[in-house]
């Protein structure tokens, strides 16, 4: 396709004219299927909004045509550029210019002189086409306005009252003609409605519709739009998407005249007989040269059925579809102000360079593949970095001082598979391009050495402050160990801690007994005589609490009762209840029980005395605990004190200790290189970059030319190498 492409941009740049033609021919399309795209979308949307669509295509259209055909109002200038592939030679930048011989120019073929002879005259004969077009458009309007006036009469008072009454405005007149088939409106300051002399016999409703339709026309001046379209249509009028715009503008613009009729007051089945009944008398093509006819456009089956369609949007246009519009707007806006020229771009020369890149691996792989990674990384970024530019620059202009800068661009790309860096710099001049990367090389590496000595240094410079700070640290540490042991005894906090901590164990004892006793005590309260049996029946350990002599009598009490209930209950067998002996026994057994209950009374409040003393010897044993337990912290803390200084103290003087280990490894250390950077290849001879692909690069807005000092500055390099062959 480029063998196609190239020759049309050649014939292009050596025929301006006829690249205007094409320009215009590439914008007017870019703005009617802008607008066709959006008028798709807005298709739910009331046809008040898409004729809005169309009347801002037609008029960028308008604007388009005179930015191209006016010299004084031309617009910025969207570049775009070819090249054409030359033979491939080396350039010997130390060659002298040689004698260029006289050309003799061949003679030019016919279609040569033709397109010379289209190149001159192409713009007026675009302009006088279009000339001749409206002017004979005009002249067919004027033509049946005469004979429209000529035959017609003033509307009957019945039909000007009727539109009166449809706020109709007092300027606006409605007349009738003879031979006119479909109702219309001209006129923009002075509008005149005209109808068919058939109308005088229209019945109210069929009347109402036409004149709020014909209103509607009026209240949107459709009149002067028709014009404007016209006057677009003549001007492209070799360019069937323009014609297709005026159409799409001419149908929306009766749809929406229908809306608004329709919104006026009507049903809108009523409205659709009438453009049936209408359009029934009719002829297929009717032709609309004076103003803006009812009839006559788009079908009337389409008409209706646009009409019967249910739209919530009908006659209005909305907050969202007029934000697309606006949008919409800015573009074709864009597009109109926007003019594309074909110009030959000048020759791109480039110069090659090649670096190689390694390093050391240490022990774990896949860490040093990351790094290095970085490494290949950050020398990319270094080299297209804005302050390797500056350098380079500085470096030129010292050493060539008489030798005029131009732009450079510096691309960096590493070799698939390798640590081969492929460093290209591209300019207009071949020879300062190749100077150029040579300083740029010269300065990378000085640059990477100065880093090296830096790191070197400040590596040093760590070293003595961290031994310096080591030892500051090691000394501290032995200041601290040697307070605390001047003012703490070792070893007598040692033995005082053991002391502590065994008598805490006793106290713990105690209290738990304490504890243990006043449980018991509670539950003899509750049953005492059961609680004096069971303890009467337990082997108790040694130290256990021993019962008393009233408990004791109490136990002993209780055994004879129950002897002397037994031996009543043997003489009741053989004996009457009043007999002697059971008298006395039962004597006997009264003073058991007398002296059983006293007894138990007694054990009652001693035990009761004893067990809210309890309470009291368990906090004086848990006071005794806490204080002990104080200490036994103080003392803790202490000895803990004391292996902590005593731990930092060695750790620091080991610390202390390995940095002169280090020290007798360190000119190596400093020595050590784990990654390199060197030149394999410096600047090879400038060769001429040929541009590939399908469709040459084009630019909107035409470049600034900049400085060699702002081309330092960072800018985004092409992601792929172009192809390249040796300029002639």
């Keep these: 396709m480029n063998d196609i492409i190239e020759p049309l941009l050649r014939f292009l740049t050596l025929h301006p004219n006829l690249g205007l033609l094409m320009s215009a021919a590439l914008t007017s399309t870019a703005v009617v299927c802008v607008a066709w795209a959006l008028a798709l979308q807005l298709q739910r949307r009331s046809a008040r909004a898409r004729s809005m669509v169309w009347r801002i295509t037609l008029l960028a259209l308008l604007v388009v045509g005179a930015w191209r055909l006016l010299p004084d109002f031309s617009p910025p200038v969207a570049v775009m550029e070819w090249q054409v592939p030359m033979p491939a030679a080396q350039i010997d930048l130390s060659a002298q210019p040689v004698e260029m011989p006289v050309l003799v120019l061949p003679e030019k073929t016919g279609w040569q002189r033709g397109a010379a002879m289209l190149e001159q005259d192409c713009v007026r004969l675009w302009l006088g086409i279009a000339a ?256 390797m530019k500056r350098r380079a620059l500085e470096r030129v202009r010292a050493l060539n001082p008489g030798l005029k800068e131009h732009a450079v661009a510096v691309h960096v790309s590493q070799s698939k598979g390798s640590a081969i860096f492929n460093v290209l710099a591209q300019s207009e001049d071949g020879k300062y391009a190749k100077l150029f990367l040579d300083a740029l090389l010269d300065e990378f590496i000085a640059f990477r050495q100065s880093i090296r000595e830096q790191a070197q240094g400040q590596r040093l410079k760590a070293f003595l402050q961290e031994v310096v700070k080591q030892q500051k640290v090691m000394a501290e540490k032995a200041v601290a160990l040697a307070a605390f042991q001047k003012e703490n005894n070792v070893v007598t906090l040692t033995n005082a801690n053991n002391e502590v901590a065994t008598r805490l164990k006793e106290l713990a004892t105690q209290r738990e007994t304490q504890r243990i006793v006043a449980a018991e005590l509670k539950l003899a309260l509750d049953n005492l005589s059961a609680a004096l049996t069971a303890r009467q029946q337990e082997a108790r350990p040694v130290g256990e609490f021993i019962p008393t002599d009233a408990e004791a009598s109490y136990l002993k009490t209780k055994n004879e009762l129950f002897v002397l209930d037994n031996e009543r209950k043997f003489l009741l067998q053989t004996r009457k209840p009043d007999h002697a002996e059971v008298l006395a026994l039962d004597e006997k057994i009264a003073k058991a029980k007398f002296l059983l209950q006293s007894l138990a009374g007694h054990i009652t409040k001693d035990m009761q005395q004893r067990y809210e003393a309890a309470p009291r010897r368990i906090a004086v044993l848990d006071e005794q605990y806490a204080a002990l337990e104080q200490e036994a912290l103080r003392l803790g803390g202490k000895l803990a004190e004391h292996e902590r200084l005593k731990s930092e103290a060695q750790l620091a003087k080991e610390a202390y200790q390995k940095l002169f280990e280090r020290l007798e490894n360190l000119p190596l250390q400093l020595g050590a290189q784990t990654d390199y950077v060197a030149i394999q290849e410096r600047a090879t001879p400038a060769t001429e970059v040929v541009q590939s692909g399908l469709i040459p690069v084009w630019r909107l807005w035409t470049p600034e030319t900049k400085s060699p000092a702002e081309e330092a500055k960072p800018q985004s390099a092409p992601k792929k190498s172009e192809p390249v062959k040796a300029a002639g």
């Design 132 to 387: 001749a077009l409206f002017l004979w458009r005009m002249v067919m309007a004027l033509t049946g306005l005469l004979w429209l006036k000529k035959h017609s009469e003033p509307a009957p008072a019945l039909i000007l009252r009727r539109l009166r009454e449809s706020a109709a405005p007092e300027h606006l007149r409605c007349l009738l003609a003879e031979r006119l088939h479909s109702p219309m409106l001209t006129g923009w300051r002075k509008p005149v409605i005209w109808l068919p002399q058939e109308a005088v016999n229209w019945d109210e409703k069929r009347m109402g519709a036409v004149l709020r339709h014909e209103l509607a026309h009026f209240q949107r001046a459709d009149v002067l739009w028709h014009w404007l379209s016209q006057l677009t249509a003549c001007l492209w009028w070799w360019q069937p998407l323009v014609w297709q715009a005026r159409r799409r503008l001419r149908t929306e613009t009766e749809h929406a005249a229908d809306d608004a009729a329709v919104l006026a007051g009507g049903d809108k089945h009523d409205y659709a007989r009438t453009l049936v009944e209408i359009a029934a008398g009719i002829p297929n093509r009717l032709r609309q040269v004076a103003g803006v006819t009812m009839f006559g456009g788009e079908p009337v089956q389409q008409r209706v059925r646009e009409l019967m369609r249910a739209n919530q949007w009908r006659g209005r246009i909305g907050v969202g579809a007029l934000s697309l519009i606006a949008v919409v707007a800015v573009i074709l806006t864009v597009l109109a102000a926007t003019k594309v020229e074909f110009k030959q771009r000048a020759p791109v020369y480039q110069s090659t360079a090649k670096l190689v890149a390694g390093g050391l691996s240490p022990g774990d792989f896949m860490n040093w593949q990351e790094q290095m990674q970085d490494f290949y990384g950050t020398i990319i970024e270094t080299i297209e970095s804005a302050e």
